[in-house]
T-cell receptor
Framework: AQTVTQSQPEMSVQEAETVTLSCTYD???????LFWYKQPPSRQMILVIR??????QNATENRFSVNFQKAAKSFSLKISDSQLGDTAMYFC????????????????FGTGTRLKVLA | NAGVTQTPKFQVLKTGQSMTLQCAQD?????MSWYRQDPGMGLRLIHY???????DQGEVPNGYNVSRSTTEDFPLRLLSAAPSQTSVYFC???????????FGDGTRLSIL
């Protein structure tokens, strides 16, 4: 069974600084997808970034980038130039790839990291 | 652009009562899921569906029922509410497994 671990329950960063949130996962699959979701105090779940395991290039979305280390099963999120609006819970998620049938479509979420950006 | 719509947003129940949380999406997504979110535990999968007429259990299915008679709707039924089911419930949908999920705004459910 797959597991996702976020070892940092809480973090804080000064506005305009850079912060890295860690995520490790355990799987025997070679084809899978990884996601970071953000949940601000409004409770909405918002996609931050997505990575396909077969792509070696790290995904980037504006100030957000990942460091994907497939062999180490690590998927960290780097937030550059942190802004007050980045204050939120951040969840790492794993999704198995391959042909989707009943029994295989299961997102596995980590327990989250609460990030606070300080003014 | 409604996306994923969950109703109600808040609900208080008494132990033993039953109710249905509604979830509807207008994006023609085949894949839909229900999660519960509890402090310190992230999101845990309750039930999911890969298409109309097809449902399967997730990590924490006990006490919950689902059905998927149409592509658009995926209701979650609490059969006999228990205080342990006090949680925030999220419904999500996606076009495919490689695409990210779209989430509803959640339902905060309290069971007394």
């Amino acid at each position: 069974a797959q597991t996702v671990t976020q070892s940092q329950p809480e973090m804080s960063v000064q506005e305009a600084e850079t912060v890295t949130l860690s995520c490790t996962y355990d799987t025997s699959e070679s084809n899978y997808y990884l996601f970071w979701y953000k949940q601000p105090p409004s409770r909405q779940m918002i996609l931050v970034i997505r990575q396909e395991a077969y792509k070696q290039q790290n995904a980037t979305e504006n100030r957000f980038s990942v460091n994907f280390q497939k062999a180490a099963k690590s998927f960290s999120l780097k937030i550059s130039d942190s802004q007050l609006g980045d204050t939120a819970m951040y969840f790492c998620a794993f999704m198995k790839g391959g042909i989707t049938t009943s029994g295989t479509y299961k997102y596995i979420f980590g327990t989250g990291t609460r990030l606070k950006v300080l003014a | 652009n409604a996306g994923v719509t969950q109703t109600p947003k808040f609900q208080v129940l008494k132990t033993g009562q039953s109710m249905t949380l509604q979830c509807a999406q207008d994006m023609n997504h085949e894949y839909m899921s229900w999660y519960r979110q509890d402090p310190g535990m992230g999101l845990r999968l309750i039930h999911y569906s890969v298409g109309a007429g097809i449902t399967d259990q997730g990590e924490v299915p006990n006490g919950y029922n689902v059905s998927r008679s149409t592509t658009e709707d995926f209701p979650l039924r609490l059969l006999s509410a228990a205080p342990s089911q006090t949680s925030v419930y999220f419904c999500a949908s996606s076009y495919s497994q490689r695409q990210p999920q779209h989430f509803g705004d959640g339902t905060r459910l309290s069971i007394l």
